[in-house]
């Protein structure tokens, strides 16, 4: 990466990719987080009601030994007032776009053309690929609801007004739903083990997809993971240019 279109697409915009994946908030809140808003005796991040969308304070909870934590700490000598996803001296960064727009044409395998007549070929290629800053925070968000996080938490972190406001942004897919079940199922097989099963009991019940079979069909579209939740193409292409892809998004 040493051309003028590489650089934008360093260890700032690797930064702010991991900001979006883990603290699953908006772009333009995320962009205002100061260093003083970063509680470590509780790892937390705040986000000021000022700064977000519904105007209601947040504490988001990060993992102290996480990828965020490291980020945090290394911004964090720059200064109390310093913004942690602002610029390389810790000044506020109103945008990224140009950053944002590179990084996925280069994620591609395109490279992006400086020229006055390239800015409509850069533009198209940009329709073409059809990927959105808010995907990132929708990928953190399907991410959680995957590893079982209950989806009232996840609400609180996205800062939903309510739980069907998070539902119709997550479509549970029927794959989450029997994992979210087989919980419950392990404990009532922990609890009530020494009760007889029935002698017809066998592997031949039917999968969920078998008795609705349109569930995950509604919204079906190949990505990484083969299936997505929404309409939102997938965001591997991007977070894989800096490691941070997963496959807990479908």
Known sequence: MNTSAHRHVGEMLHN???????????????????????????CQSGIPGATAKDRENRRIPFNPKGRLAALLKRRATLGSDAFVFGSVNGEHQPTIQTAWETLKLLANGLEPRDEKEGEEWNRQQLQRIDLRWHDLRHEGACR????????????????HASIQQTQRYLNVTDEELRKGLEVSWKIKDDRFGWLPR?????????????????????????GFSGWTRTNNP??????QVF????????
Do not use: F, H, Y
């Not at 997938?234 to 977070?239: A, F, K, L, Q």
């Open 144 to 159: 959680l609801l995957a590893d079982g996080v209950d989806i009232r938490i996840i609400q609180l972190m996205l800062g």
């Open 234 to 239: 997938p965001v591997n292409s991007v977070t």
């Open 198 to 222: 029935a002698a017809d009991a066998t592997d031949a019940v039917p999968s969920l997809r078998q008795i609705v079979p349109n569930l995950s069909r509604r919204s079906r579209k190949v």
């Open 243 to 250: 490691g941070l892809a997963g496959s807990s998004c479908r």
């Open 16 to 42: 702010r990719i991991v900001g979006a994946l883990e603290l699953r908030c908006r772009r333009g809140e995320m962009l205002l987080i100061q260093n003083k808003r970063v509680n470590w005796d509780t």
